[in-house]
């Protein structure tokens, strides 16, 4: 997926709209291609669900983890670290995981600047269909202006991740794509690609003949999803 795009790639999109999860797969893809990669976590807002959870995975995998100060505890204080500003600046992949809409974005405006002088970024609007406020090509395009806003950054492409998590068949995500397609072409934006849970993968391509689709792994479990697979 990482195919084309810039050094620095930016993952933003509502609130549920599996972010997170694309951002972690996105790192541990690139790393193991060989590059030395940074995902960087600056979800300030959502506590639940964030690229910080994983940091014993990047850890084993050798994928440096920049996260807020008070990540993974239970103060929910937007205190960033310094560290970032230096790797925009190098040669490393840096993935950077942003919070939900306008409000997580503003977090990522702050790095504007840098990011266009370390050449640009590819900042990725990731679409799910099936979550509140983002049903249809119309709402989803208000929260992009508004993240756009936020972020002094403009988005460069669009990410179907239509999903209904553990109930997600093929078919939901095809009957998906057209709504992907409107956002995309409204913003005169491509849409880089469908998503697709690894196991479901080959039956949406079937499903959708000639579109890109990426195969995905799911790391981002609710709450309920883990106490369940615990037992």
Same mark, same amino acid.
């Given at each position: &997926?990482?195919?084309? %795009?810039? =050094?620095?790639?930016?993952?933003?999109?509502?609130?549920?709209?599996?972010? $997170?999860?694309?951002?972690?797969?996105?790192?541990?893809?690139? =790393?193991?291609?060989?590059?030395?990669?940074?995902?960087?976590?600056?979800?300030?807002?959502?506590?639940?669900?964030?690229?910080?959870?994983?940091?014993?995975? &990047?850890?084993?995998?050798?994928?440096?983890?920049?996260?807020?100060?008070?990540?993974?505890?239970?103060?929910?204080?937007?205190?960033?670290?310094?560290?970032?500003?230096?790797?925009?600046?190098?040669? =490393?992949?840096?993935?950077?995981?942003?919070?939900?809409?306008?409000?997580?974005?503003?977090?990522?405006?702050?790095?504007?600047?840098?990011?266009?002088?370390?050449?640009?970024?590819?900042?990725?609007?990731?679409?799910?269909?099936?979550?509140?406020?983002? =049903?249809?090509?119309?709402?989803?395009?208000?929260?992009?202006?508004?993240?756009?806003?936020?972020?002094?950054?403009?988005?460069?492409?669009?990410?179907?991740?239509?999903?209904?998590?553990?109930?997600?068949?093929?078919?939901?995500?095809?009957?998906?794509?057209?709504?992907?397609?409107?956002?995309?072409?409204?913003?005169? %934006?491509?849409?880089?690609?469908? $998503?697709?849970?690894?196991?479901?993968?080959?039956?949406?391509?079937?499903?959708?003949?000639?579109?890109?689709?990426?195969?995905?792994?799911?790391?981002?479990?609710?709450?309920?999803?883990?106490?369940?697979?615990?037992?």
């Amino acid at each position: &997926m990482l195919e084309g %795009l810039k =050094r620095i790639v930016v993952i933003t999109g509502h609130y549920g709209s599996g972010k $997170t999860n694309l951002a972690v797969n996105l790192a541990l893809e690139s =790393r193991r291609a060989g590059e030395e990669v940074v995902l960087a976590d600056l979800d300030i807002v959502n506590p639940y669900f964030r690229s910080a959870d994983f940091s014993e995975l &990047m850890e084993m995998e050798g994928i440096e983890l920049v996260a807020p100060i008070y990540a993974g505890s239970n103060l929910d204080i937007p205190a960033l670290t310094a560290r970032l500003d230096a790797l925009l600046d190098s040669d =490393r992949r840096v993935i950077i995981d942003v919070g939900g809409d306008d409000a997580g974005a503003a977090a990522l405006g702050r790095y504007s600047a840098m990011i266009e002088a370390a050449g640009g970024c590819d900042m990725l609007y990731v679409v799910n269909g099936y979550r509140y406020l983002t =049903r249809s090509a119309g709402e989803a395009e208000e929260i992009l202006e508004e993240i756009e806003r936020a972020a002094r950054l403009r988005a460069s492409a669009v990410v179907n991740n239509s999903n209904l998590a553990g109930e997600t068949t093929a078919q939901d995500i095809a009957d998906k794509a057209g709504f992907a397609k409107q956002v995309a072409e409204s913003y005169h %934006l491509p849409l880089l690609c469908h $998503t697709a849970q690894e196991d479901i993968a080959e039956e949406v391509k079937m499903l959708l003949p000639g579109e890109t689709v990426c195969p995905v792994r799911i790391y981002v479990k609710k709450l309920w999803e883990k106490a369940f697979e615990s037992h």
